[in-house]
T-cell receptor
Framework: GEDVEQSLFLSVREGDSSVINCTYTDSSSTYLYWYKQEPGAGLQLLTYIFSNMDMKQDQRLTVLLNKKDKHLSLRIADTQTGDSAIYFCAESGGAGSYQLTFGKGTKLSVIP | DAGVIQSPRHEVTEMGQEVTLRCKPISGHDYLFWYRQTMMRGLELLIYFNNNVPIDDSGMPEDRFSAKMPNASFSTLKIQPSEPRDSAVYFC????????????FGEGSWLTVV
Protein backbone atom coordinates (compact mmCIF):
# COMPACT_ATOMS: atom_id res chain seq x y z
CA GLY A 1 0.00 0.00 0.00
CA GLU A 2 0.89 3.65 -0.04
CA ASP A 3 3.37 4.91 2.50
CA VAL A 4 4.54 8.37 3.46
CA GLU A 5 7.66 8.83 5.56
CA GLN A 6 8.89 11.88 7.44
CA SER A 7 11.51 12.49 10.06
CA LEU A 8 9.86 12.98 13.45
CA PHE A 9 11.69 16.02 14.80
CA LEU A 10 13.38 19.17 13.56
CA SER A 11 14.82 21.98 15.62
CA VAL A 12 15.86 25.34 14.17
CA ARG A 13 16.77 28.77 15.45
CA GLU A 14 14.42 31.68 14.97
CA GLY A 15 15.20 33.48 11.75
CA ASP A 16 16.80 30.48 10.09
CA SER A 17 15.19 28.47 7.32
CA SER A 18 13.49 25.17 8.10
CA VAL A 19 13.39 22.30 5.64
CA ILE A 20 11.01 19.45 6.30
CA ASN A 21 11.38 16.41 4.09
CA CYS A 22 8.98 13.69 3.06
CA THR A 23 9.15 10.62 0.86
CA TYR A 24 6.22 8.74 -0.56
CA THR A 25 5.77 5.51 -2.47
CA ASP A 26 2.67 5.96 -4.62
CA SER A 27 3.92 7.00 -8.04
CA SER A 28 0.36 7.73 -9.15
CA SER A 29 -0.08 10.46 -6.54
CA THR A 30 -1.88 13.37 -8.09
CA TYR A 31 -1.51 15.97 -5.39
CA LEU A 32 0.83 16.30 -2.44
CA TYR A 33 -0.02 18.37 0.58
CA TRP A 34 1.49 19.99 3.62
CA TYR A 35 -0.67 20.38 6.70
CA LYS A 36 0.19 22.13 9.96
CA GLN A 37 -1.11 21.07 13.35
CA GLU A 38 -0.68 23.34 16.33
CA PRO A 39 -1.01 21.90 19.85
CA GLY A 40 -4.59 20.96 20.66
CA ALA A 41 -5.86 21.93 17.23
CA GLY A 42 -6.91 20.30 14.01
CA LEU A 43 -4.94 20.14 10.81
CA GLN A 44 -4.65 23.28 8.75
CA LEU A 45 -3.86 23.06 5.06
CA LEU A 46 -0.70 25.05 4.34
CA THR A 47 -0.13 24.39 0.70
CA TYR A 48 -0.32 21.73 -1.95
CA ILE A 49 1.41 20.94 -5.22
CA PHE A 50 0.18 19.16 -8.31
CA SER A 51 2.33 16.25 -9.35
CA ASN A 52 3.33 17.80 -12.69
CA MET A 53 4.96 20.75 -10.93
CA ASP A 54 8.37 20.75 -9.35
CA MET A 55 8.16 23.90 -7.28
CA LYS A 56 5.55 26.11 -5.69
CA GLN A 57 6.18 29.23 -3.67
CA ASP A 58 3.73 30.91 -1.34
CA GLN A 59 5.14 33.77 0.73
CA ARG A 60 7.57 32.19 3.22
CA LEU A 61 6.77 28.67 2.06
CA THR A 62 8.50 26.86 -0.78
CA VAL A 63 7.49 23.36 -1.81
CA LEU A 64 9.88 21.29 -3.89
CA LEU A 65 8.82 18.06 -5.56
CA ASN A 66 11.19 15.52 -7.05
CA LYS A 67 8.81 13.10 -8.68
CA LYS A 68 11.56 10.76 -9.86
CA ASP A 69 12.78 10.24 -6.31
CA LYS A 70 9.27 10.62 -4.81
CA HIS A 71 10.62 13.30 -2.50
CA LEU A 72 8.75 16.34 -1.26
CA SER A 73 10.09 19.13 0.88
CA LEU A 74 8.70 22.18 2.62
CA ARG A 75 10.99 25.11 3.22
CA ILE A 76 9.94 27.80 5.67
CA ALA A 77 12.00 30.96 5.31
CA ASP A 78 12.72 33.19 8.32
CA THR A 79 11.23 30.67 10.75
CA GLN A 80 9.33 32.22 13.63
CA THR A 81 8.33 30.83 17.03
CA GLY A 82 4.74 30.76 15.75
CA ASP A 83 5.83 28.17 13.20
CA SER A 84 6.40 25.65 15.99
CA ALA A 85 3.96 22.86 15.22
CA ILE A 86 3.70 19.42 13.70
CA TYR A 87 3.86 19.37 9.91
CA PHE A 88 2.23 16.56 7.99
CA CYS A 89 3.01 15.54 4.47
CA ALA A 90 0.13 13.83 2.66
CA GLU A 91 -0.42 12.36 -0.76
CA SER A 92 -3.61 11.71 -2.62
CA GLY A 93 -3.96 8.60 -4.67
CA GLY A 94 -4.25 8.35 -8.39
CA ALA A 95 -7.09 9.37 -10.63
CA GLY A 96 -10.43 9.19 -8.90
CA SER A 97 -8.98 8.78 -5.44
CA TYR A 98 -10.20 11.11 -2.73
CA GLN A 99 -8.19 9.57 0.03
CA LEU A 100 -5.16 11.12 1.65
CA THR A 101 -2.32 9.11 3.11
CA PHE A 102 -0.49 11.03 5.80
CA GLY A 103 2.99 10.79 7.17
CA LYS A 104 3.38 10.62 10.93
CA GLY A 105 4.32 14.27 11.08
CA THR A 106 7.49 16.26 11.78
CA LYS A 107 7.53 18.24 15.00
CA LEU A 108 9.22 21.56 14.34
CA SER A 109 10.65 23.33 17.37
CA VAL A 110 11.82 26.90 16.91
CA ILE A 111 14.42 28.09 19.39
CA PRO A 112 14.22 31.82 20.17
CA ASP B 1 -17.33 30.99 6.87
CA ALA B 2 -17.76 28.33 9.54
CA GLY B 3 -15.33 25.48 9.27
CA VAL B 4 -15.91 21.83 10.08
CA ILE B 5 -17.53 21.66 13.49
CA GLN B 6 -17.03 18.70 15.78
CA SER B 7 -18.46 17.83 19.15
CA PRO B 8 -17.63 17.04 21.81
CA ARG B 9 -14.14 18.54 21.87
CA HIS B 10 -13.17 16.35 24.78
CA GLU B 11 -14.74 13.18 26.12
CA VAL B 12 -13.70 10.93 28.95
CA THR B 13 -15.70 7.76 29.29
CA GLU B 14 -15.51 4.41 31.00
CA MET B 15 -14.70 1.24 29.15
CA GLY B 16 -17.83 -0.41 27.82
CA GLN B 17 -19.78 2.80 27.37
CA GLU B 18 -21.11 4.00 24.05
CA VAL B 19 -19.43 7.04 22.55
CA THR B 20 -20.96 9.21 19.84
CA LEU B 21 -18.89 11.81 18.04
CA ARG B 22 -20.60 14.39 15.87
CA CYS B 23 -19.60 16.41 12.85
CA LYS B 24 -21.03 19.21 10.78
CA PRO B 25 -19.15 19.58 7.49
CA ILE B 26 -18.64 22.82 5.63
CA SER B 27 -21.82 23.75 3.82
CA GLY B 28 -21.77 22.65 0.21
CA HIS B 29 -19.02 20.08 0.62
CA ASP B 30 -19.92 16.69 -0.78
CA TYR B 31 -17.20 14.57 0.79
CA LEU B 32 -16.89 13.84 4.49
CA PHE B 33 -14.03 11.95 6.12
CA TRP B 34 -13.43 10.51 9.58
CA TYR B 35 -9.80 10.18 10.66
CA ARG B 36 -8.24 8.87 13.85
CA GLN B 37 -4.92 10.16 15.18
CA THR B 38 -2.74 8.28 17.66
CA MET B 39 0.92 8.57 18.55
CA MET B 40 1.62 5.05 17.40
CA ARG B 41 -0.22 5.00 14.07
CA GLY B 42 -0.44 8.66 13.12
CA LEU B 43 -3.47 9.70 11.07
CA GLU B 44 -5.64 6.92 9.75
CA LEU B 45 -8.63 7.25 7.48
CA LEU B 46 -11.55 5.37 9.02
CA ILE B 47 -14.34 6.00 6.53
CA TYR B 48 -15.49 8.53 3.98
CA PHE B 49 -18.80 9.52 2.48
CA ASN B 50 -19.75 11.08 -0.83
CA ASN B 51 -23.15 12.75 -1.00
CA ASN B 52 -24.06 11.08 2.31
CA VAL B 53 -23.26 7.59 1.02
CA PRO B 54 -20.41 5.61 2.64
CA ILE B 55 -17.85 4.90 -0.05
CA ASP B 56 -14.99 3.20 1.76
CA ASP B 57 -15.12 1.95 5.33
CA SER B 58 -12.12 -0.34 5.08
CA GLY B 59 -10.32 1.72 7.70
CA MET B 60 -12.92 1.12 10.38
CA PRO B 61 -11.06 -0.98 12.93
CA GLU B 62 -13.81 -3.37 13.91
CA ASP B 63 -17.52 -3.85 14.27
CA ARG B 64 -17.60 -1.74 17.39
CA PHE B 65 -17.20 1.29 15.14
CA SER B 66 -20.01 2.61 12.98
CA ALA B 67 -20.59 5.85 11.10
CA LYS B 68 -23.65 7.43 9.61
CA MET B 69 -24.46 10.46 7.55
CA PRO B 70 -28.21 10.97 7.59
CA ASN B 71 -28.01 14.27 5.68
CA ALA B 72 -25.53 16.58 4.04
CA SER B 73 -24.90 18.59 7.17
CA PHE B 74 -24.43 15.94 9.84
CA SER B 75 -22.44 12.80 10.51
CA THR B 76 -21.80 10.63 13.55
CA LEU B 77 -19.09 8.18 14.49
CA LYS B 78 -20.15 5.74 17.16
CA ILE B 79 -18.07 3.35 19.23
CA GLN B 80 -19.98 0.69 21.14
CA PRO B 81 -18.67 -0.67 23.41
CA SER B 82 -15.64 1.57 23.87
CA GLU B 83 -12.26 0.22 24.94
CA PRO B 84 -9.13 1.96 26.30
CA ARG B 85 -7.31 1.34 23.01
CA ASP B 86 -9.88 3.55 21.29
CA SER B 87 -8.39 6.57 23.08
CA ALA B 88 -7.31 8.94 20.32
CA VAL B 89 -8.17 12.17 18.60
CA TYR B 90 -10.91 11.72 16.04
CA PHE B 91 -11.00 14.23 13.21
CA CYS B 92 -13.82 14.92 10.86
CA UNK B 93 -12.96 16.59 7.56
CA UNK B 94 -14.85 17.67 4.48
CA UNK B 95 -14.08 18.64 0.93
CA UNK B 96 -15.69 19.70 -2.31
CA UNK B 97 -15.13 16.85 -4.72
CA UNK B 98 -12.96 16.93 -7.79
CA UNK B 99 -9.27 16.88 -8.48
CA UNK B 100 -7.20 19.05 -6.24
CA UNK B 101 -9.73 18.47 -3.53
CA UNK B 102 -8.72 20.44 -0.49
CA UNK B 103 -9.72 18.69 2.68
CA UNK B 104 -10.61 20.89 5.61
CA PHE B 105 -10.33 19.44 9.08
CA GLY B 106 -12.29 20.07 12.22
CA GLU B 107 -10.54 20.70 15.51
CA GLY B 108 -10.95 17.10 16.59
CA SER B 109 -12.67 15.19 19.36
CA TRP B 110 -10.21 14.09 22.03
CA LEU B 111 -11.44 10.75 23.39
CA THR B 112 -10.10 9.08 26.50
CA VAL B 113 -11.50 5.70 27.51
CA VAL B 114 -10.57 4.66 31.03
Amino acid sequence: GEDVEQSLFLSVREGDSSVINCTYTDSSSTYLYWYKQEPGAGLQLLTYIFSNMDMKQDQRLTVLLNKKDKHLSLRIADTQTGDSAIYFCAESGGAGSYQLTFGKGTKLSVIP
Amino acid sequence: DAGVIQSPRHEVTEMGQEVTLRCKPISGHDYLFWYRQTMMRGLELLIYFNNNVPIDDSGMPEDRFSAKMPNASFSTLKIQPSEPRDSAVYFCASSLGGFGNTIYFGEGSWLTVV
